[in-house]
């Protein structure tokens, strides 16, 4: 079975600083893994992907997330935080080895970003 | 382009009673997936739909289903309404066909379930 763990509920942090939410996942077979940023009474908005090729992925919003086979982990990063990018953010993981596998989101982070 | 539609934006009901949540996809996607977003709880996968067929289900109780119509729009029905089914309800569509790919989800803004 497909899970994703998100082991902190919040992450605090200056403008300015570097950010990182983390993520580790558990998969059968290659895993598809996604980040998503939650807006106050919003949907969910689609930042970054892995599915194969170069372990650091580029995305939305000047994010990158970095693979980690071995430690089966994919933390999102930035390199210098804004106020606005405080925000709830889901780590997803798809088994790209299941037919019609599910995408299993994990409990979320919430960011908060102070000027 | 219009994104992902959901209605009603808000749904009071009391217990016991039925509720039904409506998405509209994006124009040529196919798939359609429900989460329920509750309290405390993150995102919990409830059904995907393709191509009219379930495709998948979470870990929720049979009074909890749905259906997809010819023009891949979805509707999620919730019987016998308990307090605890009280959450936001999203619907997410992609242009998977079907299969484990790695299609991105588009989400909606979601319909607020309020159970008394």
């Known amino acids: 079975a497909q899970s994703v763990a998100q082991p902190e509920d919040q992450v605090n942090v200056a403008e300015g600083n570097p950010l990182t939410v983390k993520c580790t996942y558990s998969?059968?077979?290659?895993?598809?893994l996604f980040w998503y940023v939650q807006y106050p009474n919003r949907g969910l908005q689609f930042l970054l992907k892995y599915i194969t090729g170069d372990n650091l992925v580029k995305g939305s919003y000047g994010f990158e997330a970095e693979f980690n086979k071995s430690q089966t982990s994919f933390h999102l990063k930035k390199p210098s935080a804004l106020v606005s990018d405080s925000a709830l953010y889901f780590c997803?993981?798809?088994?790209?080895?299941?037919?019609?596998?599910?995408?299993?989101f994990g409990a979320g982070t919430q960011v908060v970003v102070t000027p | 382009e219009a994104g992902v539609t959901q209605s009603p934006t808000h749904l009071i009901k009391t217990r016991g009673q039925q509720a039904t949540l409506r998405c509209s996809p994006i124009?040529?996607?196919?798939?359609v997936y429900w989460y329920q977003q509750a309290l405390g709880l993150g995102l919990q996968f409830l059904l995907w739909?393709?191509?009219?067929?379930?495709?998948n289900r979470g870990n929720f109780p049979p009074r909890f289903s749905g259906r997809q119509f010819p023009n891949y729009s979805s509707e999620l029905n919730v019987n016998a309404l308990e307090l605890e089914d009280s959450a936001l309800y999203l619907c997410?569509?992609?242009?998977?066909?079907?299969?484990?790919?790695?299609?991105?989800?588009?989400f909606g803004s979601g319909t607020q379930l309020s159970v008394l």
């Open positions: 997410a569509s992609s242009g998977d066909r079907g299969r484990a790919t790695n299609e991105k989800l588009f």
């Open positions: 998969v059968s077979g290659n895993p598809y």
């Open positions: 124009s040529g996607h196919t798939s």
């Open positions: 739909y393709d191509e009219g067929e379930e495709r």
């Open positions: 997803a993981v798809r088994d790209g080895g299941v037919s019609w596998g599910k995408l299993q």
